[in-house]
């Protein structure tokens, strides 16, 4: 075999593992931010609005762990999904800008994500981010938007979503070299080898001892023995 043909084969490969795997980064967010919420929920409480907020999180944190629990009867999943999505709305709307409301929006993407409904999962994780930009739960939400709009096929609003994220939230979200790495691969799914290049490149700089920046070093070398950057 051509070494062109083991190169070819290894980006596949890569490929593969990331599509794998990503749906079960989105589990892991989701649960520790999840767990960070219920652990901080009453401790950011700042009157009783926030504590009403809190307590109409709860109800839909039961409505969704009875829904995850339920035998596969079509008719009353979706009697369960329509009261989940009716009461995250109604929470939103009546607290639009507390904790409260973006793990509201962050349920309401993790149940589409769990239908693999993935442009609705992407709105809905959207969605809380926007609502709380300087939050905790922001750049947790931005990340599994990314994730989710590059399933759904939007590869430029993932591209989009990893460039705030990186610019953003270096100092706020762990692992932040998995969102360089995700943001060169985007960027080679474009076949825009230069920044792709770039990319990987920064990661060098950034995270020179990281299993991630290794991999984006195998690329900037699979790029440079095929000439498609210099």
């Known amino acids: 075999m051509s070494e062109k043909n083991e190169k070819l084969s290894f980006s596949d490969k890569t490929a593969q593992f990331i599509q794998k795997y990503k749906i079960v980064l989105i589990a892991i967010f989701a649960v520790a931010v999840i767990a960070l919420v219920g652990l901080l929920a009453y401790t950011l409480i700042d009157g009783g609005v926030s504590n009403a907020s809190a307590k109409a999180m709860d109800d839909i944190r039961e409505k969704y ?8 009867d ?5 009697d369960s999904e329509k009261a989940i999505a009716d009461a995250v709305g109604a929470l939103v709307k009546k607290y ?4 409260a409301a973006q793990e509201a929006l962050m349920l309401k993407g993790d149940l589409s994500n769990r239908k693999s409904d993935f442009k609705n999962a992407q709105d809905s994780y959207y969605q809380a981010f926007a609502a709380g930009k300087k939050s905790f739960i922001a750049p947790f939400a931005l990340r599994n938007a990314a994730v989710t709009s590059e399933s759904a096929g939007d590869i430029d609003k993932a591209i989009e979503y990893y460039g705030i994220i990186i610019k953003d939230y270096k100092d706020k979200l762990p692992g932040l070299s998995l969102s360089y790495f995700n943001l060169g691969r985007l960027y080679e799914a474009k076949k825009d080898y230069v920044k792709a290049a770039a990319t990987f490149t920064t990661m060098g700089d950034l995270f020179p001892i990281d299993n991630w920046t290794n991999l984006a070093k195998s690329r900037i070398i699979y790029f440079k ?3 498609l950057v210099p």
């Open 65 to 72: 762990d009875a829904y995850t629990a339920m035998a596969n």
């Open 74 to 78: 079509d008719a009353k999943k979706a």
């Open 96 to 99: 639009p800008t507390r904790i």
């Open 225 to 227: 023995s095929q000439g």
